[in-house]
């Protein structure tokens, strides 16, 4: 019975290690960087297509004006959110 318990302690302890090596793995400052990346680009390309839509309903000039704006808009949103997949990548290189 005794090799039992200690056959268990061993391998609690070794779970205890994997465990422990997964959390220093997922890092909570990276999973928010890369959290806030995704909501970046969801509402940028959310702003962008309702200006898409408000351009749909103009004509001319006026329409081309909205679109471009919106391209602006998704472009500045993916800018953004890259530079924080890579501070996201920055912060995992550190740990």
Do not use: F, H, P
């Amino acid at each position: 019975m005794k090799a039992m318990n200690t056959s268990r302690l061993a391998m609690i302890a070794v779970v205890a290690a994997g465990s422990l090596g997964l959390a220093a793995c997922n890092n909570k400052a990276d999973d928010a960087t890369e959290k806030q990346a995704d909501a970046v680009e969801q509402s940028s390309d959310a702003a962008a297509d309702a200006l898409r839509d408000q351009a749909d309903t103009m004509t001319g000039s006026a329409s081309e004006a909205v679109d471009q704006k919106a391209d602006a808009v998704e472009a500045a949103g993916k800018a953004k959110s890259d530079a924080l997949e890579n501070k996201a990548d920055e912060i995992k290189k550190q740990n």
